[in-house]
Every structure is written in C-alpha cells, then in structure tokens.
C-alpha cells in the first residue's frame, strides 16, 4: 500500500526545510516502507539539532509526530530489520576476532 499523498505533502515542506529527504518521485508513488525509512531519517536529523539547541518549528514537531504515530507499525519493522543487521554484523565481528584477540601499533 502506498503511503498517503497527504502525509507525503506535509512531509516535504519540513524535510526540505531542515535537509533530511529531498527525493521523492514525481507521480509521489512511495510504498508506506518507503516513507517511513525517509520518516526515521527525518526524524533522527531533527532529534539532533533539537539536541544541539537549533531552533525547530513547533508546527514542524507537530507535523512529525502525527506522521511518526500514522506510520509506527512500519517504523518499528525499519528499527527492527536495523538491530538485526546490527547484530548480524557484531557477531560476525565476534566470529573473526574473539574476545581475546589483541591489537598491536
């Protein structure tokens, strides 16, 4: 299913404003995963210049948690599918160099 050309719509404004998506196709065909994974990256851009004290429009915050709570069931598959290839990758890091593994200069 695709995601909503309303929640597309009001997506945009705020992700160019504060440079975290630019792409979307022109006809706004993006699947509802899609829109999520540009969501998380949204997101995660204005979760760190909240923390490092940028002003943000509160419309704005507005606008992402709307869209974060419209979107959460596709949000916690994109996190979940992340700490899996995570943790996919540290074990195979485990694998090659186990604990007792020394680095030397």
């Not at 997101?43 to 909240?50: C, H």
């Amino acid at each position: 299913m695709p995601a909503s050309p309303t929640d597309i719509q009001a997506f945009l404004p705020l992700a160019k404003r504060y440079g975290c998506f630019t792409w979307v196709p022109n006809n706004y065909a993006l699947a509802r995963y899609e829109f999520a994974a540009a969501l998380n990256n949204c997101m995660e851009t204005i979760n760190q210049l909240v923390r490092s004290d940028t002003v943000v429009r509160q419309g704005d915050l507005l606008t992402l948690k709307q869209l974060e709570a419209d979107y959460s069931g596709e949000l916690a598959a994109l996190r979940f599918q992340f700490d899996q290839l995570l943790n996919d990758r540290l074990r195979d890091l485990e694998k090659r160099f186990p604990p007792t593994t020394k680095l030397h200069r």
